[in-house]
Nanobody
């Protein structure tokens, strides 16, 4: 059974930092695209960042570019999201996601991903 388990969320003051982790199990994703999305109540899930299978290519939403960094450790089957200079508008549940296909591409649409974690809450106070 494939599982993606996020950790590292919490409460932080504006300007602070958090690092999210996503541990995958049940299969390896070393040849698959992975990404992070976030969602607030009443809104659609929003793309945050994506990374190609080898970590060579990354892409960020404009709202987080230059503040967030996505990375992966394929040896550990783990995805990361380093979040710096956090703002109250970053408050959301953050989801890790992975594609089932073997590809060197990355994707920014939620429909392109096959596996999702349960989410971890990030709350940024002003």
């Amino acid at each position: 059974q494939v599982q993606l388990v996020e950790s590292g969320g919490g409460l932080v003051q504006a300007g602070g930092s958090l690092k999210l982790s996503c541990a995958a199990s049940g299969r390896t994703f070393s040849r698959s695209a992975m990404g992070w999305f976030r969602q607030v109540p009443g809104k659609e899930r929003e793309f945050v960042a994506a990374i190609s299978s080898r970590g060579v290519n990354t892409y960020y939403a404009a709202s987080v570019k230059d503040r967030f960094t996505i990375s992966r450790d394929n040896a550990k089957n783990t995805l990361y999201l380093q979040m710096n200079n956090l703002k109250p508008e970053d408050t959301a549940v953050y989801y890790c996601t992975a594609d089932a296909r073997e590809t060197r591409m990355y994707y920014i649409a939620a429909d392109d991903y096959d596996y999702w974690g349960q989410g971890t809450q990030v709350t940024v106070s002003s």
